[in-house]
């Protein structure tokens, strides 16, 4: 265990809803800090997302950026300085996985929430005065840190995506019930690691658009695919063929990753997007749950019959209306 995992362990600051999760306060190298939720529970029925942001002070909702694929070692520097200029002038979070990738420097000169979202087995924590740096090392610029476990299972790399999507989706709800507010989320698919599929999948089960960054083996081929004239993907997941080709209203393609160019994507589909449901999905199946316990319990099965009674009396009335004879 490093002095940095047993530290932050030492400041731990509240408890969650029956033990579900932790906050603490994580001191890195160098004297940057980030709040870090343990989650003990991440799929538990009925998370307590709303209490989590209201103790983290990201409540009153946001645009979010969601980074898909991220991986450290690549040469992404334009590409997360467009990223962190769109969201400096949106006032938008930013979620990634939490391990260095190139965002997090950027973020910090911006001052950006940028959050962190990993299993909680994969990861490691940061050493003091280590001349060698993890590549799934929790990295310094992150302001808050979701680190997931499961009561039943450790969870591995992709097991994290429906609780980062999720996430997602509650920060940008915010309090649209008393608001009538919702913010945007878009996707930024960069494909610099095999871990994307899910998070792809999801976002197209949102209606949300997914920017796909030139660089990567796999993004590089869906725009060659998408440029190509008989529109052909080759080499790629069949899965992820399937969203092309059925769903391609939702993948927007860059022609290259200069920091101009993805930080105009970001800024339009933040501010305008035109066929993103108004009303959140999460919030639209609330309202429909309640609208049908409230169907349920005004039910009377008196009314149906009060219904069929009025029914014959107007065909029985109509049989009885007089014919109108020709002179």
């Known amino acids: 265990m490093s002095q940095y995992q047993s530290n932050y362990q030492q400041q731990k600051i509240e408890y969650g809803t029956e033990h579900i999760y932790e906050i603490f306060d994580f001191l890195f190298p160098g004297s940057n800090t980030a709040k870090l939720i343990k989650v003990h529970d991440a799929y538990a029925k009925n998370f307590p ?121 509650r920060i940008a709800e915010g309090d649209y019930q008393y608001s009538g507010v919702y913010q945007r989320v878009v996707h930024v698919f960069v494909g610099d690691s095999t ?38 993907y080759r080499g790629l997941d069949s899965e992820l063929v399937e969203y092309l080709t059925d769903y391609p209203q939702y993948f927007f393609m860059l022609l290259d990753s200069s920091s101009d160019e993805v930080a105009q994507y970001i800024h339009f589909f933040l501010t305008v997007t035109p066929y993103i449901q108004s009303t959140p999905i999460l919030y639209q199946k609330k309202k429909q749950n309640q609208y049908e316990e409230e169907d349920q319990n005004d039910y009377n099965p ?16 109509q049989d009885q209306d007089p014919v109108e004879q020709d002179p």
């Not at 009025?310 to 009335?317: E, G, H, I, S």
């Open 195 to 232: 871990n994307y599929i899910d998070e792809i999948r999801l976002a197209v089960k949102f209606q949300q658009p997914i920017i796909v960054v030139p660089g990567s083996e796999v993004c590089n081929m869906i725009i060659q695919g998408v440029q190509s004239q008989n529109g052909v």
């Open 49 to 169: 997302f709303k209490e989590i942001l209201e103790r983290l002070y990201l409540e009153n909702g946001a645009p979010v950026v969601n980074i898909i694929g991220g991986k450290s070692g690549q040469d992404r520097n334009k590409l997360y300085a467009g990223i962190a200029r769109a969201c400096f002038n949106t006032d938008a979070v930013i979620i990634d996985n939490g391990i260095t990738s190139g965002v997090e420097k950027h973020s910090m000169r911006k001052g950006l929430k940028l959050i962190g979202v990993a299993p909680d087995d994969e990861v490691q924590y940061p050493k003091v005065n280590s001349t060698y740096q993890d590549p799934y090392e929790l990295c310094a610029g992150h302001t808050h840190l979701f680190l997931l476990n499961n009561k039943e299972q450790d969870l591995r790399w992709t097991q994290e995506s429906l609780f980062k999507i999720t996430l997602a989706l």
């Open 302 to 317: 008196d009314d149906d019959e009060k219904k069929d009674k009025q029914k014959q009396r107007q065909d029985q009335d």
